[in-house]
């Protein structure tokens, strides 16, 4: 099994920057890719980016595209989620997600943390 958990998340004004993150452990050897998804009340879970273990190839959703980064620090097990210039329709809870193929598709995921939410004010 593995777990995540993400922490960064909290209230900001539009135009603001927030970085999430989010902690790995147990069975990590058996992911090869981890991601981030977010779901505002009453829309479908959307990818937004996700990061490749075995290349380091990141890629991202188009709405997020030069306001995103996504990263990784091998050695604390944990990956970040970077986002600039946040705008209302930001707003949603994020979710890290894990599998073994590099895809914003939910279904790809295996695993995933409890979310945490990011609220964006105009």
């Known amino acids: 099994q593995v777990q995540l958990a993400e922490s960064g998340g909290g209230s900001v004004q539009a135009g603001g920057s927030l970085t999430l993150s989010c902690s790995t452990s147990?069975?990590?050897?058996?992911?090869?890719?981890l991601a981030w998804f977010r779901q505002a009340p009453g829309k479908e879970r959307e990818g937004v980016a996700g990061i490749y273990g075995l290349d380091g190839n990141t890629y991202y959703a188009d709405s997020v595209k030069g306001r995103v980064t996504i990263s990784q620090d091998n050695a604390k097990n944990t990956v970040y989620l970077q986002m600039n210039t946040l705008k209302p329709e930001d707003s949603a809870m994020y979710y890290c997600?894990?599998?073994?193929?590099?895809?914003?598709?939910?279904?790809?995921?295996?695993?995933w943390g409890q979310g945490t939410q990011v609220p964006v004010s105009s």
């Open positions: 147990g069975y990590t050897y058996i992911i090869y890719s």
């Open positions: 997600a894990a599998g073994r193929v590099a895809s914003l598709r939910t279904e790809e995921c295996s695993y």
